[in-house]
């Protein structure tokens, strides 16, 4: 095993010489550049291609292997509720340091740049609230696979999940299956991983090929402030709250999830991370059925880093097409952005698309202004989606310990390097398959204290 790791480290180092020269590529030779974006394409498609299995996997045998549906129901709650909480702080401190900065002066508006926001807005036009709603639930119960829609997954695994729970004993052998079917998909997965260096280098090229550097320079002050705002959410908000409640330090639960948050830098989406999200909360000793419903569900409902996107890029905008909005037009046109946008956590550009929505049904006037901030969108997409990642990160370790579904001494254990993550398998070795119960509840794990 210890070989399998010291390979997985050197494809790391080969991922971050890989956004390297894909950088390089992309200054140097733009339309080069451009042309390999199909690499990065393929690689989250691959990546997003074991999301819904693995999400399925993870959840039944969760579910299924807890007695009282009550506890379910009780991490679900508490997981919503935290969500509500922490999106209302990040449009406040978005709303701060917007209005403060008021980074739209002095620019200017092309033809080319109102076309491009309409496209925007058309694509951010396309669906409401009720439409969301509707779109949870699948065509048929095997159409949540092949369709990769997160929330409908998590349905079906769920109701497949109170299904075996109620079956008792006879539902058994088809848990054990699940999990070997879970092994085969970890599996998989970490074979595809091994592509991740050519998928952050044709992603990097095209984006910097596309963008250039001039973009990046007449639109460094909104980037900038949005990269320190999102970094003050993260070490101001999120991390004091971690320590208070579950005693852990933010810099070395960040520093354990480096690898995904490398693949995320590369990638700009944050569900090329997810499923190894959940394989890294469970080993970290949150209990399955805690990390398997909080980490789907803060995909769609946990978007700290679009909530301050959605909060400073509004305000951007108005800034400069000479139209600023009064602080009751903020709140209720952020209020509406937040309800629009859920579900978009994973999908690049989404953010931007949901902005040009949500003016265009509430200040016409203000969706020229979004194709000022097209170009560099793809650049504020990763810190969005970095964002969003540690929240849900923060959240699994929170919603784990207010559950008592969370296992400090292991986390402890595991934080120390003194318990490895297995990048082989993606699961602990110790893990038979489904007839253990989740780590937060064994007892006979050598780094584990007797309950």
Not at 95 to 124: F, H, M, Y
Not at 133 to 154: K, R
Not at 222 to 246: D, K, S
Not at 387 to 401: D, E, I, Q, Y
Request: glycine share 12%; charged share 15%; proline share 4%.
């Amino acid at each position: 095993m210890s070989a399998a790791r010291d390979r997985t480290h050197y494809l790391y180092i080969a991922v971050i010489a890989a956004v390297v020269a894909g950088v390089t590529v992309g200054l140097v030779a733009p339309d080069l550049g451009k042309e390999l974006k199909p690499l990065g394409t393929a690689f989250v498609a691959l990546i997003k291609m074991m999301i819904s299995p693995i999400i399925f996997c993870t959840i039944v045998l969760g579910v299924g292997s807890v007695t009282k549906a009550a506890k379910v129901g009780k991490v679900g709650g508490l997981a919503l509720g935290y969500f509500l909480a922490m999106s209302t702080v990040a449009l406040g401190i978005g709303l701060l340091v917007g209005n403060l900065i008021d980074p739209g002066q002095g620019l200017a508006l092309t033809d080319e740049l109102r076309k491009a926001a309409e496209a925007e807005a058309a694509k951010g036009g396309e669906s409401d609230t009720v439409t969301f709603l509707l779109g949870i639930i699948p065509t048929t119960l095997v159409s949540a696979f092949t369709e990769g829609e997160v929330l409908q997954t998590l349905l079906v695994a769920l109701l497949a999940g109170f299904a075996l729970q109620a079956m008792g004993e006879r539902g058994r052998p088809v848990l054990n299956g699940i999990a070997h079917i879970q092994r085969l998909v970890f599996r998989i997965l970490a074979m595809i991983m091994w592509a991740a260096p050519v998928g952050a280098f044709g992603a990097m090229a095209a984006v910097v090929g596309a963008t250039g550097v001039d973009a990046l320079k007449s639109l460094g002050v909104i980037m900038l402030a949005f990269y320190v705002t999102c970094l003050l959410f993260v070490f101001v908000v999120l991390g004091p709250m971690l320590w208070l409640v579950a005693r852990i330090g933010l810099l070395s639960l960040l520093r354990y999830l480096g690898r995904e948050f490398l693949l995320i830098l590369s990638t700009s989406s944050s569900e090329s991370a997810l499923p190894r999200l959940i394989a890294k909360m469970e080993h970290l000793g949150v209990s399955r059925p805690v990390a398997g419903i909080t980490v789907p569900t803060g995909y769609s409902f946990n978007l700290d880093g679009t909530a301050i996107y959605l909060t400073m890029a509004t305000l951007f905008v108005a800034s400069a097409t000479g139209a600023p909005l009064s602080f009751g037009e903020q709140i209720s046109l952020l209020v509406f952005m937040m309800i629009a946008s859920k579900g978009a956590a994973g999908v690049t550009g989404a953010g931007l698309a949901t902005l040009a929505g949500g003016l265009q049904s509430h200040r016409p006037d203000l969706v020229d202004g979004v194709g000022l901030i097209v170009g560099i969108d793809r650049f504020m997409s990763e810190a969005r989606a970095l964002t969003n990642f540690a929240g849900n990160a923060v959240a699994t370790v929170l919603v784990g310990t207010w559950t008592g579904e969370f296992d400090r001494e292991r986390a402890a254990e595991v934080l120390a390097g003194r318990v490895p993550f297995d990048e082989t398998t993606l699961l602990d070795d110790d893990d038979d398959g489904g007839d253990t119960p989740p780590p937060a509840a064994r007892s006979d794990d050598p780094v584990m204290s007797p309950a």
